[in-house]
């Protein structure tokens, strides 16, 4: 259902947010699709209205950790570090760069 929503969103032009892709990566973590996981963090880290949060690449961390596969655990982990966690350092994504930060969810 969740991928459904997700659809009809992009239907009809309304980008998803952080909480949103979130979400799908998770699911898509526990479900050991990583790299449809990977895809869907890569849409997120270039779309305008999502901003990083660290709770956005823990599931696919944790994925690639349940599977055994540290490599791409340690390249997701930096990208995350990439992004950064402190106030007014630049954000990577992809090719391009803005001046924004990640904010910490409030769970973690």
């Not at 050991?32 to 305008?48: F, P, R, T, Y």
């Not at 055994?68 to 930096?78: E, F, H, P």
Request: net charge positive; with cysteine; aromatic share 6%.
């Amino acid at each position: 259902h969740a991928f459904r929503i997700k659809t009809h969103m992009e239907n009809m032009s309304l980008p998803l947010n952080e909480p949103a892709y979130t979400a799908l990566i998770r699911i898509l973590s526990k479900a050991n699709d990583v790299k449809g996981a990977e895809g869907l963090l890569a849409q997120a880290e270039n779309c305008q209205q999502c901003k990083p949060k660290l709770r956005l690449y823990s599931p696919l961390i944790q994925a690639y950790c349940d599977n055994g596969d540290m490599l791409n655990a340690v390249k997701i982990w930096s990208r995350m570090y990439h992004i950064n966690t402190v106030e007014g350092k630049t954000v990577n994504r992809g090719s391009a760069t803005s001046n924004a930060i990640i904010q910490p969810s409030e769970k973690e």
